[in-house]
Nanobody, 125 residues
Framework: QVQLVESGGGLVQPGGSLRLSCATSGRTLDAYAIAWFRQAPGKEREGVSCIESSDGSTYYAESVKGRFTISRDSAKTTVYLQMNNLKPEDTAVYYC??????????????????WGQGTQVIVSS
């Protein structure tokens, strides 16, 4: 088990940027695939982005490609989600999740067994 803590959410105007952080204490994240999910009110949870542990490969949902960037710090204790050109439809609670091995679908919640508590992102003018 690894404990994950998200931060960096907030209120931002359309077109603005935020950087979310997913941090752990006590162990590094290099043995885990780390993904960001989000859930908007009344909608199902969706996968947004993932960074693979083995080679650092990154994956993005079509809705965020070109706008969001996932990265990992050199100490491998924090994963970031840089979100640019935010849109009102990006409003959601964002969660990070960790998996020791993703079998088939980086954006399926069942692949992950460690979750953070979430951070709220609101995009509104």
């Amino acid at each position: 088990q690894v404990q994950l803590v998200e931060s960096g959410g907030g209120l931002v105007q359309p077109g603005g940027s935020l950087r979310l952080s997913c941090a752990t204490s006590g162990r590094t994240l290099d043995a885990y695939a780390i993904a960001w999910f989000r859930q908007a009110p009344g909608k199902e949870r969706e996968g947004v982005s993932c960074i693979e542990s083995s080679d650092g490969s990154t994956y993005y949902a079509e809705s965020v490609k070109g706008r969001f960037t996932i990265s990992r710090d050199s100490a491998k204790t924090t994963v970031y989600l840089q979100m640019n050109n935010l849109k009102p439809e990006d409003t959601a609670v964002y969660y990070c999740a960790a998996s020791t091995y993703v079998y088939s679908d980086y954006f399926a919640g069942y692949e992950y067994d460690n979750w953070g508590q979430g951070t709220q992102v609101i995009v509104s003018s």
